[in-house]
């Protein structure tokens, strides 16, 4: 196998990270495939986002998004991981890692002072830890698309 190449994602890649999405997540949650495709080009052109991805022999193999905000309560530039994939049978040859040097050498040039994740798997969580990540915090989520106030 060849050493993983990471650069940045491109328009063209957008349906492949679709599909490589879809794959993962189908009869897992809902999907809303045309949008995602759509909000992957949105994410492209924003300065915000930082979707980098991983190819092996010229496919690629894995992808991972950046988001960058401004932390008004630490008064500094911080980001988040959103999500990072690699596709199955491509999993254990390092491409995570190499995605996540790629991040945090990009975040440190922009100069930001933080880079937070949120997984649901215990797995995933291992792999964080592992390159260096720490447990802080508890992570809680809202759903906006369904009534949540009790009276
Ligand atoms: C989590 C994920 C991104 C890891 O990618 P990867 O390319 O396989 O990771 P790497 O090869 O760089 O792994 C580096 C080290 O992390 C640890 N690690 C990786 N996957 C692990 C797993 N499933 N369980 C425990 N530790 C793991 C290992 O220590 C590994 O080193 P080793 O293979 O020499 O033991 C990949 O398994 C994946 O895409 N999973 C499904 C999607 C997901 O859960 N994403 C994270 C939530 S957003």
């Given at each position: 196998?060849?050493?993983?190449?990471?650069r940045l994602?491109?328009?063209?890649?957008?349906k492949?990270?679709?599909?490589?999405?879809?794959e993962?997540?189908?009869?897992?949650?809902?999907?809303?495939?045309?949008?995602?495709?759509?909000?992957?080009?949105?994410?492209?052109?924003?300065?915000?986002?930082?979707?980098?991805?991983?190819?092996?022999?010229g496919?690629?193999?894995g992808?991972l998004?950046?988001?960058?905000?401004?932390?008004?309560?630490?008064?500094?530039l911080?980001?988040?991981v959103?999500?990072?994939?690699?596709?199955?049978?491509?999993?254990?040859?390092?491409?995570?890692?190499?995605?996540?040097?790629?991040?945090v050498?990009?975040?440190?040039?922009?100069?930001?002072?933080?880079?937070?994740?949120?997984?649901?798997?215990?797995?995933?969580?291992k792999?964080?830890?592992?390159?260096?990540?720490?447990?802080?915090?508890?992570?809680?989520?809202?759903?906006l698309?369904?009534?949540?106030?009790?009276?």
């Amino acid at each position: 196998m060849q050493r993983p190449r990471t650069r940045l994602a491109r328009k063209e890649d957008a349906k492949i990270i679709e599909d490589m999405i879809y794959e993962w997540t189908k009869g897992q949650w809902p999907t809303w495939q045309r949008e995602r495709v759509k909000t992957i080009l949105k994410a492209l052109e924003d300065k915000n986002h930082l979707i980098l991805v991983s190819e092996i022999n010229g496919e690629i193999a894995g992808v991972l998004h950046l988001i960058f905000y401004s932390d008004i309560l630490l008064g500094s530039l911080n980001c988040h991981v959103n999500f990072l994939l690699v596709k199955e049978g491509c999993r254990r040859k390092g491409i995570g890692f190499s995605l996540l040097d790629e991040a945090v050498k990009q975040a440190r040039r922009r100069g930001a002072n933080e880079m937070h994740v949120d997984t649901i798997f215990e797995d995933a969580a291992k792999f964080y830890r592992k390159y260096g990540f720490i447990d802080d915090g508890i992570w809680l989520e809202l759903s906006l698309q369904k009534e949540f106030r009790k009276e």
